[in-house]
């Protein structure tokens, strides 16, 4: 496993580390199957504040907000040649059993597909083997680690 990690000192550098990897991820479409990525951290790590990024980076121009009352939302996105989806899931109270429910194994075949869930510890049951894991932390007020950590 490869791991990589970076220390923003603002909520917009966090959003742009979001953006750079959500292009970086794009030139690799289509993928074998969707490409899930697991965010992990505590209240107000910066899960939100990346996905803002990630979306900005693939010209969505949709506001992401904490999809805690929402669960999931996909936006399409049309980015250097490549069409696909983003779809944005909280697990903060859910299971895996509702995360089935969602249907994710179905959304876990299209090739197209960004997945993006917050809280993903919470349904490592079903997570897919070759998941990309990004872990956030606190080091000060203004400060947080990101890890990210590839299969
Ligand atoms: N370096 C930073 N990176 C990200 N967010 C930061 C940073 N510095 C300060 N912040 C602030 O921290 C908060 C992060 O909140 P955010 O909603 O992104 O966290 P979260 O991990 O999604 O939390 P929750 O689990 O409650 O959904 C925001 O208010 C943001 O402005
Ligand atoms: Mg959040």
Not at 26 to 53: D, H, I, Y
Not at 85 to 90: M, S
Request: net charge positive.
């Amino acid at each position: 496993m490869q791991s990589v990690f970076f220390i923003t000192s603002s909520a917009s550098a966090t959003r742009r580390i979001g953006a750079l990897f959500a292009r970086a991820l794009v030139s690799r479409m289509p993928f074998p199957r969707a490409c899930v990525c697991g965010l992990e951290g505590n209240l107000g790590a910066g899960k939100t504040t990346f996905m803002q990024g990630v979306a900005q980076g693939l010209h969505i121009n949709r506001r992401i907000i904490s999809p805690t009352f929402m669960l999931i939302r996909t936006f399409p996105f049309y980015f250097k040649g490549h069409a696909g989806k983003l779809t944005h899931i909280d697990c903060w109270r859910i299971g895996s059993r509702d995360l089935l429910d969602l249907g994710f194994s179905d959304l876990k075949k299209d090739s197209n597909h960004i997945i993006c869930l917050e809280w993903a510890d919470r349904v490592k049951a079903i997570m897919p083997i070759a998941s990309i894991r990004i872990t956030f932390s606190h080091i000060s007020k203004n400060k947080r680690k990101i890890t990210f950590l590839f299969p």
